[in-house]
């Protein structure tokens, strides 16, 4: 017999509130920190958290021996507690592992109702499809960093044992991060169905060849109509993806704001706008534009756009809870020097093509 959830009951709420302003002191002079003025500490209800959602990357050989060793140090450390797979990798691994528990494939709903808290391993990817699990309320994500870049994970798998104490005793930091919502506008007016997004929404011309004409508009104001490739709308996260690569600014994750970038621009004049979380930013197709335009949200096709037809993208209610370090400011430095390589010049000492070594008659 296979074992779900259909007999756990509904998850333990956390309670996640504000951390206590650090005062601080350098040179005679004292400060209030403001940055643990947006961060939270999470404690739970109760007993504690009963049931965790293990979602981990595909493929993987040093990640599936993580995810064993993870699962067995769970189930030994706290017996009590419910471990649950997704579908396919429960398939794989419930001869391996008989405690551990399935979701019923498309039941979505059944991991808003018992699931306490998430561990993810993987890369940014396995961060975004735990996204996709929770349109609405998301519980708290323990991501650890296992995959190609992981700018959105703060923690070394190895350490994995006080990083998951910490958050079953309640002990862990807790950072909100923003969410859009995109929304497309119905032939009636209506808006159709919301759809929560992480990174970003692009409108963009994806495989035809002739350039889309696109109409911003900001809170029913014409802000600019582009022509180019299509524009991305995207979060404080989603600044060191697609936006990034776009010419968009890298924004530091307290800094409540929403992007907008184009993608290549017939124009040179359009830059990069970082506009207020409470702005509407609504995309039309332009009726007279050439080329058709689809639409993109964290990188998954969500059809296409005809003319005249537009989206709008708002701030989602439902931030994602993300567990991080207690010092954001020394992580997110550290982040953006060691994996993004911010501001490296070809004096800087860094690695090449050519490795550690670099040739004699390398201009350096």
Request: glycine letters at 8%; a negative charge; proline letters at 7%.
């Amino acid at each position: 017999m296979i074992a779900t959830t259909a007999d756990i009951a509904t998850k333990t709420l956390p309670l996640i509130s504000k951390r206590q302003p650090q005062h601080s002191e350098s040179a005679g002079e004292s400060w209030v920190d403001s940055e643990s003025d947006q961060q939270y500490s999470l404690r739970w209800q109760g007993a504690g958290p009963r049931t965790v959602l293990l979602v981990k990357k595909s493929d993987s050989a040093a990640v599936d021996s993580a995810m064993v060793s993870i699962t067995r140090w769970l189930h030994d450390t706290y017996p009590q507690m419910n471990i649950v797979l997704e579908p396919l990798v429960f398939s794989q691994y419930a001869g391996q592992l008989p405690f551990i528990r399935m979701i019923a494939a498309g039941d979505h709903l059944e991991y808003s109702r018992v699931v306490d808290f998430v561990i993810t391993l993987g890369g940014d990817g396995t961060f975004l499809h735990v996204s996709s699990l929770f349109q609405r309320d998301v519980p708290p994500i323990v991501p650890f960093s296992m995959g190609t870049l992981g700018f959105l994970l703060p923690f070394n798998v190895a350490d994995f044992q006080p990083q998951l104490q910490n958050v079953i005793e309640g002990t862990s930091t807790v950072l909100p991060r923003m969410r859009l919502t995109y929304a497309k506008r119905l032939g009636d007016g209506s808006l159709g169905s919301r759809i929560n997004v992480t990174n970003e929404a692009c409108i963009h011309r994806g495989t035809y060849p002739h350039l889309t004409t696109i109409s911003c508009y900001l809170n029913g104001h014409l802000l600019t109509t582009s022509v180019g490739d299509g524009i991305i709308v995207g979060t404080p996260t989603g600044s060191t993806a697609y936006s990034l690569s776009a010419g968009g600014p890298i924004v530091h994750p307290l800094v409540s704001s929403i992007v907008v970038a184009p993608v290549c621009p017939r124009s040179l004049s359009f830059r990069p706008l970082m506009l207020p979380s409470s702005s509407r930013v609504t995309l039309l197709v332009h009726p007279k534009s050439r080329g058709r335009a689809t639409a993109y949200i964290d990188g998954r096709d969500f059809g296409e756009l005809k003319h005249a037809e537009c989206v709008e993208i708002t701030r989602s209610p439902y931030p994602l809870m993300c567990v991080n370090r207690d010092d954001l400011a020394a992580g997110w430095a550290q982040d953006i020097n060691q994996l993004l390589k911010f501001n490296r010049t070809f004096s800087y000492p860094h690695d090449s093509l050519y490795g550690s070594h670099i040739p004699d008659d390398e201009d350096y």
